[in-house]
């Protein structure tokens, strides 16, 4: 995730999560968005990751529109 490496964009790892959270919301996820979701909680706050699901919730519920 260019997030959570910083590629091109500044690294934040609050938009990393939302974007692993969001992709995880499909059923045909692989092992390795769980563990770059993973990789990044580590690097979190409790108020980070639920700031990150919130954010992620909004954008499910916009596309669902």
Not at 35 to 57: F, N, Y
């Amino acid at each position: 995730c260019i997030y959570r490496q910083g590629s091109h964009v500044e690294k934040d790892y609050v938009q990393a999560y939302k974007w692993y959270a969001i992709a995880s919301n499909n059923e045909a996820i692989c092992d390795c968005l769980l563990d770059g979701k993973g990789l990044v909680a580590a690097k979190m706050t409790r108020q980070e990751i639920q700031q990150a699901e919130s954010l992620a919730g909004k954008w499910l519920q916009r596309q669902d529109r």
